[in-house]
């Protein structure tokens, strides 16, 4: 069984292009540093619940697209000791540092996830 950290991210839609261009640069980072995968997903049929919904989850505005989002490690030490290289990377560091960051990161949504079931 694998390790998945899962991500929620509200998105302006007039940023998306550079959102991917971001997600691209940041999952080689992962990747380069021992991550199985790292998959982004755009919001297609995403629509706010009557209780809850993943646009719910991040106070969505309607100018915004919501992003799923996970990475998958070997496990949770493995996830540990992956993220703290990347955390590490200055590459990972002056992505985040800047001011044209596409997305509201204060909205985001994360954790750690061990799999139950693997088909």
């Not at 998945?4 to 997600?23: H, I, M, S």
């Amino acid at each position: 069984m694998s390790y998945v950290d899962g991500f929620v991210v509200p998105v302006p839609k007039d940023n998306v292009q550079a959102y991917r261009r971001l997600a691209q640069k940041a999952g080689k980072i992962w990747k380069e540093h021992g991550a199985l995968a790292y998959v982004e997903c755009v919001g297609d049929d995403v629509k706010p619940g009557k209780r809850t919904s993943f646009p719910q989850s991040v106070k969505l505005k309607p100018d915004e697209t919501v992003m799923f989002s996970w990475i998958v490690f070997k496990s949770r030490a493995h996830r540990d000791r992956v993220n703290k290289k990347v955390m590490e990377d200055p590459r990972l560091a002056d992505m985040m540092k800047s001011k044209d960051n596409p997305f509201d990161a204060r909205r985001m949504i994360f954790g750690g996830f061990k799999t139950l079931v693997q088909l």
